[in-house]
Structures are given as structure tokens and as C-alpha cells.
């Protein structure tokens, strides 16, 4: 055992444990997307970064990666930490809006803004899916291309894999492939519907009214702004309220 | 010796001291031909030849030696010669030179002198090598060595004690004295990131394992950069001799070089040294019979910038994928197949054989506290003395820039220089005393990298230089981390937006979070860097980016999309000079004077006295001579009089019956009544001469612009309903709140700068002492001024250069003489002017300044001058005038005419009137809506800018009227900015070979000297339809290289 400082605590962890494994350990959260138990650490998507070091000379650091020593210094919520991580959500969203795991990340971690042209290519190159084939399925039909901003996965020369054996292994694996769930904003944008999952609707609009109820679908996560809070407080009714 | 291998240090001694006596004892001259990638390139192989054969011919065989070395350093010069042991420095040798060096050099020992470097600032003619300022703060302790040796032969390193170090090493100093040394001297990584070399050693050292690796860092990726290529080209040895004390120290066994393939004679050098080495047993098992083992092998790299990180540089070299993984592990303990490695850069292992030698407490002597040795820098981009520059840390990038590099070429300013390779950062030129050490670099915001320095001067754009780096950044990221791939990418293409005017404002905080985001979250040392040209840039020229994003201005005309074509973008008045040229050389006359109509007010004016921005920028004048786009305009003009179509009134629209006034009748003024008038409103005019035209009437003498043209473009103004008038002087005949009573309901003050300046010398105040705008504007009136037959005139502006032209014309006067401090390089006065003045016969003395004027019964006698001279460069980079003491000198003359300058007569403005003035009599205005601190008066031309350009007042005006308008409407009278497109776009024609063969700038047909004599005949004559139309075929239509443009002329992507 040894002992490395965890946001200012002392504590033990085994030798060889990755920092995110410690994190884990003693409860911390911390976010990952290309991290998966049953396969080898990547270090890809920068959502896992922790602050090592003793201040000011601190680093960030993905911590999927990052082996304990004895005596780290790791503090895992640090306003660096939080807009390093809120850039990479808002850079994913940018990548793969349709993404479910990326638009929860973004309700959980409460980005809210996309700055960034959507390019929605539905894939992080997170490398789950290269590993998935390698390492559980014994296949290597995947790999990565290029670099850079060509970088893309895929079989060797583009053309069908004889190794492959279709178990689809990669598909079940990708954080990238599963739909999102259906929020009242357009598809390429955030959709933050889990940040407010207290029914306003109920309140606030009658059947007549509601979006969703035309739509038909679920009203739950309809998004209250302060405008609505405060027509709410004065009492008014949707259609005196104004937007 | 047993198989040729040393078998003891002894024999390796030996051998090194004969190599050295033969070296001191033979004579005979040696042509020391620079011959790196860089020589070559330049052609040094061909001039090796024709020496070669020269040598023969002149039957000098064994007389003189040719030597065919590495690179030397002075790219700038290649291919270049030093003859030893003379130290001649013969540059830019040709093969055809051969001869005269052969039969006049090396025969009869005379120099030849067209060969010899000559100083880029001073034009001194260096003959040696050490004299040039290139070399003189230069301290070359690593590639000095490459000038004096063949690469390809181990016996020539020998000769200049070369694995001399070895002999240290394995006799007596065992691996912790040789740590110890290292660590002491101080030296510290030179691939980048500076950390201790001897540190890092020590690591490699204590770290337990069987194998132990060393490398070499060969992946030198920067643009820009290229001195590791350059030492291994031309010192092979040098690199593989501190590998070897490398290896020995840590314990290793083996030693890779990891090269780029790109690198073909640098790969071939080192090949050969390491077979020379093998030969000789300085490599391989048992070396010398120390008992110690040492392989070094060739790694070749296919030239993934990323792969010079040292974790993906081992993954490339295991033959995996070059990218890089987290540390720790650290190399040291875990490296190449997980074994303890130690990695350096090429520049690095080449500093070690020097503290072995010399020992660390010279080498500790050179540099400043934290950083020791020397650094070699490739010096290139904006700089006279491109080349690699080796320097001792601490010196001052001025003295890099300025002293060793030469300083800017063609007389530019210095802007930025980026150090550090696409990773480093820009440093501005308030930063010139930097010294160089890594942490001084590290806190300006760049890094020392390894040794990138790109000069840029002021004709580039920092914006467009960030999206440069990169560009070349997003394509050579590994792209495993999301923050370094995407975050590049990102950054690029809001930079882009920016170049090509899509900007919003909101960027410049997006740019800002996301680079400090990818700095943070990124793996490596590349991504770590990545944001650096952003930061950086944003650091020092935030200005540019907002320049770029809120006004759509590229200041240094480099962003194609936003620029369009630089006539048109940098024209005041918006004139689409490329539109009406392209129409021109259709020969549609008319449709080009429809284009210039339209956004000219006084376009017959311009034709003949516009100070031609637009030729100044004109892309051809970069290769070339620009379009002469004004005479091209006055060609136009002078057909459509010739065709009567100027005397249709323009079509304004539907009266808003709210009225405006315009005080002064000058170009600022005319164009904003103009525009108003179009606009709807009713416009008045108030000028208090009796004529209209303000400084283009009373200012500007006949022969330059006559009032029949002057006159025809008012009227075309006046007519359209524009009313006038003259004798109304403001603070005289009427005053502002009369103006508002008679409910005018904006002002616009134009009433430009016609106070002349004094002197402050003694006797300015003499009789026949006349300021220049009270002598032009008599003559132009048609009064009569009393001219003396020796006429002086001060200064070296245009209305210096009018009075003299005018004086000259007079019949009474027999010599004008016109005195100026500067020389004729700095005379504000338009050039073609200057020399018109010339012809005619006007002296001008250059380098004179009045002290005094000398007086008669209050009547002029003389001036006392004194000569100046030029002193010490200014912030501006212009050199100042000093006098030189006891130089006076008196002058003959009985009239004085001063023309220093002038400034607005704003004496009219009362407390009461609540207008600003500033220091220099001009009135303060808002910037963006050239409003006065009075609300509904506004002011523009050169009252507010001071004396300056007609179509700079032209263009004050036109975008007053238009703020006027927003005022009058009750919207934000602010200036809005759009990108810079014309109104149409009009397909180019082809030139014939013969044309573009024949092309060039049409000579303006002139009144001869003889026919100007006594009278006020316009000069120029203009030009003919021929010459205009081949003219205008020239023009290489800046305006279609755009997005927009290619479009429209379906020659799109």
C-alpha cells in the first residue's frame, strides 16, 4: 500500500492503481467516456483529468492514465479541472450531438452553451471500439487512421476485415452510436433536458398549450428559464407571461 | 592496431596528434566550399566542378586543395567559399567565377572584389570571414567545427582533436565524474523543453534494468528550422563521440538516432561516420579495451512532427504508432521496450565532447544564470542575414535581429519574431531586449524550442501567421487526445472565420477559453504548446484580431477574403479602381466612368492630384511596377468630358426637406454636401473664400489642376441641388448657434488646414517673409505677390514643392532654392512632384535646416543653414536629423517662402460653442461618428486629421454624411463596417505572350521644360486610349481571387 493525498486527505491505495482507480475507490466521481473497466487505459478523452502536483507547479492530467506514487498530490474538482473538462463536453457535443452518453455528460456537468459549428460525425475516436476488437474479441479488424484532424478508425485499406468477425462487439461498446433521448431542442444543439427533471409542465401549461402534448411526447424535461420563474412568481398565466 | 580498431587510448592519442601536426604543417591554400542540403540546393556541387576543372586547366594540381565541407552557416550567402588559411569569404559564388578565383586568387593572390560580402546597412566590403557582422557576435562553439572539416572523413575530426574527449573518459573519469561534469556545466536540453541534461542522465543512470538505451533526437520537425540536419551533415562525428560519453556514462548499450528520411544527406553523413567509427573501434564491443560495449543504429522517421515527442518517438522506433503515452513512467525508468533510455537532441549530444574537453567550468562561463552555452537559432523569414546564428544565451534578441541577422530587408519595420516553432509564441518588438535564456522566452510567452527564430515585419499579420501555425498544428497532432485534436481543429477554424471576415466578437473569448482548455488538457508536449500562436498572438495583437473582426481590416493587407483587392480596400472613397480597370481594358469607356462616378465625388479632381494609395499597395508593384490606376482615372474623366457625360446631374432621392450645413467647400466638405444631397437632404454650403474648392482652389497651383476641371466636378455637385455660399467665413460672418436658429439641423464642420506654421527663428517676421498657403492662395485668386529674383523656400512637403513650381514660373525670379532637413528618401512631397520641380530647374538642398534669417532694413537678405546629418534610428525606424556643429552657412535670397506645415485656423470655436479642440488645433471627434462634443455637429477632413490627403478628406466626408443621416434618423450614428467586395465583377481578359513579355508602366506624357516656361499649362498630359487600355490590361485582378469573386466567375473550386 501507499499513500498518496487525495483533495487534501491522506489516503492508501494499492501500488499500481491508477489514479482514476483510487478516485473510484474512496467514491470520488469522476467522468470518462473512452475509460472502460474490462479494457486497457487510452487517455483519449481528456474528461477524466485530475490537477497532480503541489501548488502553484500543477499539472492536469487524465487519470485513467496516471500511475499513484507514493506521496501525489491530486485534487479532482478544481476550477481548473471543471473548465478543462466543460471545454472537452462542449467540444464532444460539438462532434456528436446525437450522442446520448455526450448530451448526458453535458446535463450532468451543466454545459449549456455550443459555440462550435456541429459537425456531427458521430465519433469521439474515443478507441473504445479499436480496444473492444482487440482485446475482448481477439479481432484487430480495427484500427486507427491517420493523424491530426484526418485521424479516423477503420479496417485496414477501408476494405472489409477478414478478420471480423461481425460479433459487433464495437458497436455495443460505442459511447457515440446510441441515440439520444428526444428534448425540446432541435437535435444538432444541447439538449439539457435532465438539468431540469421537475415536471413545470404540470404547472405551468395546460394541454392546450403544451409542445409536448402536440408532439407526443414525454413533458418532463421542458426547460424552465428564469423568465417562466418569474411569471410564475407574478402569478401571470402562460399566455398573459411575457417570453 | 589490430584490424585497423584501436586496441588502447594510447594508439587513439597517437593517432589524433599526427592528424593534428599534418593539419598545422601543410600549406597549401584550401577552398573551403560550403556543400550542406542548403549549398547544395544553391548550386555549390556545379561550382566544386568547374574549381575542380579549372584546377587542372590552370595546372594547379596540388597547389590548392578543395575542401568539401557542411554547411557554414551564412545561407544567406551560399553557395559560399573560405579560402584558408587566408580566411577569404568569398559569397554567392557562381560556376563561371571559378576562373577569376583559380587564376586571380590562388595564382597571383589578388582578391577578387565582386565576390566579397558587402554590409546590408552600411555597404562596407568585408573580405574575411570573422570581420563580417554576421559571425562578429556570433560564438560558434558547436558549428564552428563545420567549416573546417569534410564530414565523410573521420581522419579530418581527428585533425581538430576530434574523439579527443574519448581519451578522457576512459582514462580515469569513471560515469558519476562524467554526470558530475555535465550537470555541473549546466547544460540543458536544447530540443525545447531545457530540462538538465545531466539530471536526466543521472536518472537513466540509477535506473536498474539489463539494456539501457540512449537516443538521439533527429526528428527536427519546425518549419523553419534546421541546424540539428546541419550538424549531423556537417559534423557527423562531433554528435556520435557525445552519444558515446552519453552511453558510457548511463551504462548503455546501445544507441539509436532517430533521423527523418527527409534528411537524405544528413542520413548519409551519419551513416558514414558510424561505419567510420566501427571501422576504427570507437564503436562497437570492447572500444579501446575499456571493456565497454556501444552500438549505435539508424532509426529513420517518415516525418510525423509528433514523433519528436520522446514517448511517441520510441513507440515509432518500436515500430507502433507515433504517439505519445503519459508520463510517468519516465523514460529513464520505463523507455524503449521498457527499458531505462535516455533521450537527447542532435544539438545536445553535440555540446558534450566541448565540456569534456574544456571542462564544465568553461562551459558554465558562457550564458546567464539559469542557462548555459550557447543556443543555434535558424535565423530566417523578414531578415537581411538569413541563416543558423550560434549565440551565447543571454544576448538580446535585438542583437540576433539587428546586429548578426542585418536587420529587416528593403528598409521595413520590424513587427514580431516567432520563436520556438509552431509551438512557441510571437514576441513584439517592445520586447526586443529580451535576453535569450528559456526562462525569460517561457515568461514572454513563447518557449526556446529547438531554435526556430522567424522575423516578421510590418507587412505581416499576426492573425494570419496563428492561423498558419495552426493549420500545420491540426495536421500533425497525433489526434489521440480529444483536446488536441478537436482543440486545434477548432481553434483553426474560428481563425479562419476571422481571416475571411466572419468573425464575431464573441470569438476572441472563445479563442481565449479554448486555448488555455487545450494547453491544460492535452497529453503531450505538443498539445501542451499547441495554443501558443493564439495565446501568444492574442497576448500582443489583440488589436489586429478585433481590426479583423469588428472593422474588417487586415492592417497589413495579407487576409485575401477581407482585403479583396488592396486598390479598392485601401481607397477612402471606396473607389473600384480593379472594376473600372477591367472595364478599361475592354475599352467600355463609359461603363468605367459610370463606376467611378458613382463613389467619387471628384473624380476629375483625383485623377491628376490623388496621393495613389492604391498604386502603393498594388500587387503588381510587388513584382514589378504597379497600374498606374490615376492616370487611368483621369483617362477616363478626360473621355467623358471629351463626351459631354459628365453634365448630367445625378438622380437624388425623394426630399426629406430637412436642412444641413456645411461649413467649408473643400474635398471633405463637397462630398459630404454631395451625399446628403443624394440622400434627400438640402444642403448648404458655406465657404469664406469667394471661390468653391477650399485647398483643391486656393491650395493646389493651375499646372497641377486646372480650374476648368476643378470647376466642371463642383458644378456637377452643385447643380445636382447642392446650394453655395462664398465670402461666409464661420466665426465672422456667422456662428454656429446662427446656423442652428435657422434651423439647420446638423452641421458638418470641414473647414480644413490652412494656418501655416512658423518657425520660431529669428527674422521670420521680415517683409517678403510669406507662409506658403498665403503665397498659393494669392496666386491662385489671381493676385498679384511680389516676388524677388532669389526665392528660398523651407520644407519638403507638396506645398513646398507647389510654391517652388509656382515660383519658378514667375518672370521675375531666376532661381529658387529649396531647403530640407532630411534627405530626398524622407520628403513627404509625392516623388513624381519632386522631380517635375527638378526639371524645371528648382534646387533643393537636401540635409539644411534654417537657424536664422538674415534681414536688410526689415527686408529678407539671406538665411543662415546648417548641414545635418542623419543620426540614430527613432521608435518609427526613420533616422532623425541632427545638426552638424559648425557647418553654418548663409544663403542669398530676397524672398522667404516657409512651408513646415499647417494647421486648421480653428480661432471661431467660443467656450460657449462646447467644442473640443485638441493640442494641435484640430477638433476632437468621435472616432466611429465623427461628432464634436456638440450635439448635431459634426466635423471631419483635415480640421479634425490635420493637413492630409484630398481623398482622405473626400472619404471624411462621405462617411460623415452618412453618420449624419443615421443621426438624423435617430439610429446609432456609428460607421458600419462590411467586408471590402466590388459591385460587380467583370470577367478578366487574356493577355497575349507578347504582352505580358512587353508589359510595363506607361511614362505620363508631359508639357516639355521648355513649353512649362512662364506659364501655368496643365503638365501632365494624360494618357492616350492605347496606352491606357494596354495599360489597364496589366492589372492582375486581385479582386477575383476571392471566394466571391471566383464565383462569380464561375472559376470556383
Request: net charge negative; proline share 5%.
Amino acid at each position: 500500500m501507499i499513500t498518496i493525498i487525495l483533495n487534501n486527505l491522506e489516503v492508501q491505495v494499492e501500488e499500481g492503481w491508477s489514479v482514476l482507480e483510487a478516485c473510484k475507490f474512496y467514491g470520488l466521481e469522476i467522468p470518462t467516456l473512452c475509460y472502460n473497466e474490462g479494457l486497457s487505459p487510452y487517455g483519449g478523452c481528456r474528461l477524466c483529468l485530475v490537477e497532480i502536483g503541489k501548488p502553484p507547479n500543477t499539472k492536469l492530467a487524465s487519470s485513467c492514465t496516471y500511475p499513484c506514487e507514493e506521496g501525489l498530490i491530486v485534487r479532482t474538482d478544481t476550477k481548473r479541472v471543471i473548465n478543462a473538462r466543460n471545454m472537452m463536453i462542449e467540444l464532444m457535443l460539438s462532434i456528436a450531438p446525437n450522442s446520448k452518453t455526450v448530451q448526458d455528460l453535458a446535463s450532468k456537468f451543466g454545459v449549456k452553451q455550443l459555440r462550435f459549428t456541429v459537425r456531427n460525425e458521430e465519433c469521439l475516436l474515443c478507441g473504445l471500439c479499436v480496444r473492444m476488437c482487440r482485446e475482448q474479441m481477439d479481432g484487430k479488424a480495427i484500427g486507427f487512421q491517420n493523424r491530426g484532424h484526418n485521424k479516423k478508425i477503420s479496417t485496414p485499406f477501408d476494405i472489409r476485415s477478414e478478420v471480423c468477425r461481425l460479433c459487433g462487439g464495437c458497436i455495443y461498446i460505442c459511447p457515440a452510436c446510441q441515440l439520444r433521448c428526444h428534448g425540446p431542442n432541435p437535435d444538432t444543439a444541447v439538449c439539457n433536458a435532465c438539468l431540469q427533471m421537475d415536471p413545470t409542465c404540470v404547472d405551468v401549461y395546460d394541454q392546450a398549450q403544451c409542445w409536448m402534448y402536440d408532439a407526443g411526447r414525454c413533458g418532463t424535461c421542458v426547460r424552465e428559464d428564469d423568465n417562466k420563474k418569474n411569471n410564475q412568481e407574478q402569478g401571470l398565466r402562460p399566455d398573459e407571461a411575457k417570453s | 592496431m589490430n584490424n585497423g580498431k584501436f586496441q588502447s587510448i594510447e594508439e587513439l592519442k597517437k593517432r589524433i596528434e599526427t592528424a593534428k601536426q599534418k593539419r598545422e604543417t601543410d600549406t597549401t591554400p584550401v577552398l573551403t566550399v560550403s556543400a550542406g542540403t542548403c549549398g547544395q540546393a544553391r548550386g555549390s556541387m556545379e561550382v566544386i566542378d568547374a574549381l575542380e576543372k579549372q584546377i587542372k586547366e590552370s595546372k594547379l594540381e596540388g597547389k590548392v586543395k578543395i575542401k568539401v565541407t557542411g554547411c557554414h552557416g551564412f545561407c544567406e550567402a551560399e553557395p559560399n567559399i573560405i579560402l584558408k588559411p587566408q580566411d577569404l569569404f568569398y559569397q554567392h559564388v557562381q560556376p563561371q567565377d571559378a576562373e577569376d578565383i583559380i587564376n586571380m586568387t590562388i595564382s597571383q593572390e589578388k582578391v577578387v572584389d565582386r565576390l566579397l560580402y558587402k554590409e546590408p546597412a552600411s555597404g562596407e566590403v568585408k573580405k574575411k570571414e570573422n570581420d563580417i557582422s554576421f559571425y562578429e557576435k556570433q560564438k560558434r562553439i558547436v558549428m564552428g567545427d563545420n567549416a573546417l572539416i569534410d564530414p565523410t572523413d573521420i581522419e579530418d575530426y581527428l585533425s581538430i582533436g576530434g574523439y579527443f574527449a574519448l581519451t578522457k573518459i576512459f582514462n580515469g573519469m569513471n560515469p558519476e565524474n562524467i554526470i558530475e561534469e555535465v550537470i555541473k556545466s549546466g547544460l540543458r536540453g536544447r530540443g525545447g523543453a531545457g530540462f538538465p541534461t545531466g539530471k536526466k542522465w543521472e536518472f537513466a543512470r540509477r535506473s536498474s534494468g539489463d539494456i539501457k538505451y540512449i537516443i538521439c533526437n533527429a526528428d527536427e520537425g519546425d518549419p523553419g528550422a534546421y541546424m540539428d540536419r546541419s550538424l549531423m551533415e556537417g559534423n557527423p562525428h562531433r554528435v556520435l563521440e557525445g552519444m558515446i560519453i552519453g552511453a558510457y556514462a548511463i551504462g548503455a548499450s546501445e544507441g539509436y538516432i532517430y533521423i527523418r528520411d527527409e534528411y537524405p544527406l544528413a542520413l548519409k553523413h551519419i551513416m558514414r561516420a558510424i561505419e567510420e567509427a566501427e571501422a576504427l573501434g570507437l564503436l562497437g564491443d570492447n572500444i579501446m579495451g575499456s571493456g565497454f560495449d556501444f552500438k549505435v543504429r539508424i532509426s529513420k522517421g517518415a516525418g510525423a512532427f509528433v514523433c519528436g515527442e520522446e514517448t511517441a518517438l520510441m513507440a515509432s522506433i518500436e515500430g507502433k504508432i507515433g504517439e505519445p503515452r503519459q508520463r510517468p513512467p519516465f523514460p529513464a525508468v520505463k523507455g524503449l521496450w521498457k527499458r531505462p533510455t535516455n533521450i537527447n537532441n542532435v544539438e545536445t549530444w553535440g555540446n558534450i565532447p566541448i565540456i569534456i574537453n574544456k571542462g564544465a567550468d568553461w562551459f558554465a562561463g558562457i550564458g546567464t544564470k539559469g542557462s548555459k552555452g550557447t543556443k543555434v537559432f535558424s535565423l530566417v523569414g523578414k531578415i537581411n542575414n538569413t541563416g543558423l546564428v550560434e549565440v551565447p544565451m543571454g544576448i538580446s534578441l535585438r542583437e540576433v535581429i539587428f546586429d548578426v541577422g542585418g536587420g529587416i530587408p528593403g528598409g521595413k519595420e520590424f513587427k514580431a519574431v516567432q520563436t520556438g516553432g509552431p509551438s512557441g509564441g510571437c514576441i513584439p518588438k517592445e520586447k526586443l531586449d529580451l535576453p535569450i535564456d528559456y526562462e525569460s522566452l517561457a515568461e514572454a510567452g513563447s518557449i526556446m524550442g529547438s531554435g526556430g527564430m522567424i522575423v516578421m515585419d510590418e507587412n505581416t499579420c499576426m492573425v494570419d501567421v496563428a492561423k498558419y501555425f495552426l493549420n500545420f498544428l491540426r495536421d500533425e497532432s497525433c489526434g489521440k487526445c480529444l483536446s488536441c485534436r478537436e482543440g486545434t481543429q477548432r481553434l483553426w477554424e474560428i481563425v479562419t472565420d476571422i481571416t475571411e471576415g466572419r468573425g464575431k466578437k464573441e470569438d476572441i473569448e472563445l479563442l481565449e477559453q479554448l486555448a488555455v482548455a487545450v494547453k491544460d488538457a492535452s497529453m503531450c508536449g505538443l498539445g501542451q504548446t499547441a495554443a501558443n500562436p493564439v495565446l501568444s498572438t492574442l497576448k500582443y495583437f489583440k488589436d489586429e484580431y478585433y481590426e479583423h473582426i469588428v472593422k474588417k481590416k487586415c492592417p497589413a493587407l495579407v487576409c485575401k477574403e477581407i482585403v479583396s483587392a488592396p486598390c479598392q480596400y485601401i481607397c477612402p472613397v471606396d473607389q473600384e479602381a480593379s472594376v473600372y480597370i477591367a472595364l478599361i481594358a475592354q475599352g467600355k469607356f463609359e461603363e468605367a466612368f459610370k463606376i467611378i462616378r458613382k463613389d467619387n465625388p471628384l473624380p476629375s479632381v483625383c485623377g491628376r492630384v490623388c496621393d495613389h494609395k492604391c498604386e502603393s499597395v498594388c500587387k503588381s508593384g510587388e513584382i514589378g511596377e504597379p497600374i498606374a490606376i490615376r492616370a487611368l482615372k483621369r483617362f477616363v474623366m478626360d473621355w467623358a468630358a471629351e463626351k459631354k457625360l459628365n453634365g448630367q446631374p445625378p438622380k437624388t432621392e425623394k426630399r426629406k426637406n430637412v436642412k444641413v450645413a456645411v461649413v467649408g467647400s473643400g474635398p471633405a466638405g463637397l462630398a459630404a454636401a454631395h451625399k446628403l444631397n443624394l440622400l434627400g437632404y438640402d444642403v448648404t454650403i458655406f465657404e469664406s473664400q469667394p471661390v468653391a474648392g477650399g485647398m483643391l482652389s486656393v491650395g493646389i497651383p493651375e499646372h497641377r489642376l486646372p480650374k476648368s476641371v476643378l470647376n466642371a466636378d463642383i458644378d456637377y455637385i452643385l447643380n445636382a441641388g447642392v446650394t453655395l455660399k462664398t465670402n461666409m467665413a464661420l466665426g465672422k460672418d456667422f456662428t454656429l448657434d446662427d446656423l442652428l436658429n435657422e434651423k439647420f439641423k446638423a452641421i458638418f464642420i470641414a473647414i480644413g488646414a490652412h494656418k501655416s506654421l512658423g518657425m520660431n527663428i529669428p527674422g521670420e517676421n521680415a517683409e517678403s517673409v510669406f507662409p506658403a498657403m498665403k503665397f498659393l492662395t494669392q496666386v491662385n485668386l489671381g493676385k498679384h505677390v511680389d516676388l524677388g529674383e532669389k526665392v528660398g523656400i523651407i520644407g519638403g512637403g507638396n506645398a513646398a514643392i507647389d510654391a517652388a513650381r509656382v515660383a519658378i514660373r514667375n518672370k521675375n525670379t531666376k532661381k529658387v532654392t529649396i531647403l530640407y532637413r532630411r534627405t530626398q528618401k524622407e520628403m513627404p512631397a509625392y516623388e513624381e512632384e519632386v522631380e517635375s520641380a527638378i526639371e524645371e530647374g528648382v534646387d533643393i538642398q537636401f540635409l539644411t535646416a534654417p537657424t536664422e534669417v538674415l534681414t536688410d532694413n526689415g527686408k529678407v537678405k539671406g538665411v543662415t543653414c546648417i548641414r545635418m546629418k542623419l543620426g540614430d534610428m527613432d521608435e518609427s525606424g526613420r533616422r532623425r536629423p541632427v545638426p552638424i556643429e559648425g557647418s553654418e552657412y548663409t544663403i542669398e535670397i530676397d524672398t522667404l517662402i516657409t512651408a513646415i506645415g499647417e494647421r486648421p485656423d480653428t480661432s471661431f470655436v467660443q467656450e460657449k460653442d462646447n467644442i473640443r479642440l485638441t493640442k494641435w488645433d484640430t477638433i476632437q471627434t468621435d472616432e466611429e461618428t465623427y461628432l464634436t462634443d456638440r450635439t448635431g455637429v459634426f466635423a471631419g477632413g483635415d480640421v479634425v486629421t490635420g493637413p492630409s490627403s484630398v481623398v482622405k478628406a473626400l472619404g471624411a466626408g462621405k462617411e460623415a454624411a452618412l453618420c449624419i443621416d443615421r443621426f438624423l434618423q435617430g439610429v446609432n450614428p456609428a460607421k458600419e463596417y462590411t467586408l471590402n467586395r466590388p459591385s460587380v465583377y467583370i470577367e478578366p481578359v487574356e493577355l497575349t505572350e507578347e504582352e505580358i513579355d512587353t508589359a510595363h508602366r506607361p511614362q505620363m506624357p508631359r508639357l516639355a521644360v521648355e513649353e512649362r516656361k512662364f506659364n501655368f499649362k496643365e503638365v501632365e498630359k494624360g494618357l492616350t486610349e492605347e496606352m491606357a487600355v494596354r495599360e489597364a490590361r496589366r492589372c492582375l485582378r486581385c479582386e477575383l481571387e476571392t471566394e466571391d469573386g471566383k464565383k462569380a466567375i464561375g472559376r470556383e473550386k
